[in-house]
């Protein structure tokens, strides 16, 4: 089936400092590729959409130049938050969207996420 | 804006309860309707529905879709603790997913 890696899988830092999450597809290929983020208790809200070889459409809210995102290849997006603080504490969340044939067209298969917390 | 909303927000129950969680949405094109189930991690795949009245079944959960009213619901009988976790709905339009609050499932022992 279809698999996601993210890493790391949690991640610890002090505030001020960035902080690189990386999304894998590691048998398919995945032009498309959402980062989600979690607050304890509620869903996911999706921060922006990447795409493979151009720029990452965010949703709106998300600041662009705080949450860096590249997508160089169709297996790797990476999502880099910038002079991370405290409230930026949450759980990240990827999920890559089969480029291939075969399966529905939207469907999305996730990454484990990524704890973040910012001290 | 799309919207997808579930009730309840939160639900807890004995063990070999049947439980039903629902999910309606406002989309302006509307796809699919999918059903996730997250535990520690990230969400895992249960549903995918797309045509009304067609009822899917996977062991105890059982999933359906009324495109007439804009509403799905999720099914589990015979709940077990396994059970506990955050139930899903998300819409899925041509460019992303929306993703309702999610209902949290307790089973007591």
């Known amino acids: 089936g279809a698999v996601v890696s993210q890493h790391p899988s949690r991640v610890i830092c002090k505030s001020g400092t960035s902080v690189k999450i990386e999304c894998r597809s590691l048998?398919?290929?995945?032009?498309?590729m959402f980062w989600y983020r979690q607050f304890p208790k509620q869903s996911l809200m999706l921060m922006a959409t990447s795409n493979e070889g151009s720029k990452a459409t965010y949703e709106q809210g998300v600041e662009k130049d705080k949450f860096l995102i590249n997508h160089a290849s169709l297996t790797l997006s990476t999502l880099t938050v910038t002079s991370a603080h405290p409230e930026d504490s949450s759980f990240y969340i990827c999920?890559?969207?089969?480029?291939?044939?075969?399966?529905?067209?939207?469907?999305?298969?996730f990454g484990p996420g990524t704890r973040l917390t910012v001290l | 804006e799309d919207k997808v909303v579930q009730s309840p927000l939160s639900l807890v129950v004995h063990e070999g309860d049947t439980v039903t969680l629902n999910c309606s949405y406002e989309?302006?094109?509307?796809?699919?309707l999918l059903w996730y189930k997250q535990e520690k991690k990230a969400p895992t795949f249960l549903f995918m529905l797309t045509s009304s009245g067609i009822e899917k079944k996977s062991g105890r959960l059982s999933s359906i879709l009324d495109k007439k009213e804009l509403f799905s619901i999720l099914n589990i009988t015979a709940t077990q603790t396994g059970d506990s976790a955050i139930y899903l709905c998300?819409?899925?339009?041509?460019?992303?997913?929306?993703f309702g609050s999610g209902t949290q499932l307790t089973v007591l022992p």
């Open positions: 989309v302006t094109n509307f796809r699919s």
């Open positions: 999920s890559a969207r089969n480029s291939g044939s075969g399966g529905y067209d939207n469907e999305q298969f």
């Open positions: 048998d398919f290929q995945a032009t498309t």
């Open positions: 998300a819409e899925g339009s041509a460019r992303q997913l929306t």
